[in-house]
């Protein structure tokens, strides 16, 4: 959004890291360390005629945005991502460190625990035992289901394509995450797992801390820390305050493809309103009515929802598996693929 709204006008990012990460290819990056090179883009590759600042945003006003760097930056629009906060480091280097680190995990082990099976986890235990096959997976889930944002039928499908391959799926426990100490694991029902290493695969915190420390902000935000949203992709009751992705409370579910849709319609009307700032006649944003989304099993399989059809296997990993849409954002990025 930044690299098409900074030929209408200057723009200002604000980031905590030096780069972009597509989180699709985070699981096949701790397998294959040396793929976080396509997918990390430091911002300024890719954002020619803006200006990026690396720093948090820690609260805003009506007119403008302070950092934790002790930045002011006045805007006459404010766009709001920050769907997840990123607690990590700071240089593309750095994040290829922390994949190294993590492949020697998977090599050092014989048997891995993946805590939580949402895609994230799901994703990660069937790359480790396509590149891995020797190693034990074990993946301990909360919800009486695997992939929860989608149906049923992906869900059976999706724990049997695991099950096939040897991982043990344990649904309706929870990993003690205070006593994260291998290789004697514990659920909250005080059950054993063995392992000798862990992933946490527990979702990541959404980015709404400093939106509460904004005065004119926090009301908008609702209990589950999301921004209140009108159709035209503006922030409840706000004309030049927009969001778009995961921190939107538009009801559907939290998909890159849906933030890059609703990012459509905030640079539209970001554009009506710099031509004529009394537009009234704004695009609206339509969220989906089905949920949709494929997730990828190791780096020929998939498991796909898509509006009238559940299937897995290498016919919907045709479209994510090989490359996870890596190539799709660099050229969308203006990159090379
Ligand atoms: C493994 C995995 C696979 C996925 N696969 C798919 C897929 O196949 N298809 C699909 O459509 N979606 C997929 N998704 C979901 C998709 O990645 C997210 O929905 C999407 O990234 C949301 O984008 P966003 O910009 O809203 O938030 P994020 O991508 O979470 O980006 C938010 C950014 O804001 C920054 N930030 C947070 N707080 C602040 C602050 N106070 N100041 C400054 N910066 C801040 C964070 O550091 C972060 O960089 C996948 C996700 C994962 C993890």
């Known amino acids: 959004m930044s690299k098409t709204l900074s030929h209408?006008?200057?723009?200002?990012?604000?980031?905590?890291?030096?780069?972009?990460e597509i989180p699709y290819a985070e699981p096949r990056s701790v397998v294959?360390?040396?793929?976080?090179d396509r997918m990390l883009i430091p911002h300024t590759e890719y954002l020619k005629q803006a200006r990026v600042i690396l720093g948090s945003a820690e609260r805003a006003s009506v007119t403008e945005l302070v950092t934790d760097?002790?930045?002011?930056?006045?805007?006459?629009?404010?766009?709001?991502?920050?769907?997840?906060?990123?607690?990590?480091?700071?240089?593309?280097?750095?994040?290829?460190?922390?994949?190294?680190?993590?492949?020697?995990?998977?090599?050092?082990?014989?048997?891995?625990?993946?805590v939580g099976g949402g895609p994230v986890g799901v994703?990660?235990?069937?790359?480790?035992?396509?590149?891995?096959?020797?190693?034990?997976?074990k993946l301990v889930h909360g919800g009486d289901r695997l992939i929860g944002f989608l149906g049923q039928?992906?869900?059976?499908?999706?724990?049997?394509?695991?099950?096939?391959?040897?991982?043990?799926?344990?649904?309706?426990?929870?990993?003690?995450?205070d006593?994260?100490?291998?290789?004697?694991?514990?659920?909250?029902?005080?059950?054993?797992?063995?392992?000798?290493?862990?992933?946490?695969a527990v979702g990541k915190k959404l980015g709404s801390d400093w939106l509460q420390a904004s005065p004119f902000l926090k009301h908008r935000v609702t209990t589950e820390g999301r921004l209140r949203m009108e159709p035209t992709t503006q922030v409840a009751w706000l004309k030049n305050v927009f969001a778009a992705g995961d921190i939107t409370d538009f009801k559907e579910?939290?998909?890159?493809?849906?933030?890059?849709?609703?990012?459509?319609?905030?640079?539209?009307?970001?554009?009506?309103?710099?031509?004529?700032p009394e537009e009234t006649k704004l695009s609206v944003y339509k969220p989906l009515e089905k949920p949709m989304g494929i997730?990828?099993?190791?780096?020929?399989?998939?498991?796909?929802?898509?509006?009238?059809?559940?299937?897995?296997g290498w016919v919907p990993g045709l479209l994510k598996s090989k490359d996870l849409f890596v190539g799709k954002v660099r050229q969308d990025l203006g990159l090379k693929y």
């Open 253 to 276: 579910i939290k998909q890159g493809f849906t933030a890059t849709n609703q990012a459509k319609i905030v640079i539209q009307n970001i554009r009506k309103l710099i031509k004529n």
């Open 153 to 177: 039928k992906a869900s059976a499908k999706t724990e049997k394509w695991l099950k096939d391959r040897g991982v043990d799926v344990i649904l309706k426990e929870r990993i003690n995450l």
């Open 179 to 200: 006593q994260l100490s291998p290789p004697d694991y514990v659920t909250a029902s005080l059950k054993p797992v063995k392992a000798d290493a862990h992933f946490l």
């Open 32 to 36: 294959e360390p040396s793929f976080a």
């Open 8 to 20: 209408v006008n200057g723009f200002d990012v604000n980031s905590r890291k030096e780069f972009l």
């Open 295 to 312: 997730v990828t099993l190791g780096r020929v399989d998939a498991v796909a929802q898509l509006p009238f059809l559940t299937i897995i």
């Open 69 to 114: 760097t002790g930045e002011v930056v006045s805007y006459d629009f404010l766009v709001i991502t920050t769907g997840s906060t990123f607690r990590g480091v700071k240089t593309k280097a750095e994040r290829i460190e922390e994949f190294q680190k993590d492949n020697k995990k998977i090599v050092n082990a014989e048997t891995l625990l993946v």
């Open 123 to 137: 994703e990660l235990a069937a790359e480790i035992v396509t590149d891995f096959p020797e190693k034990k997976v």
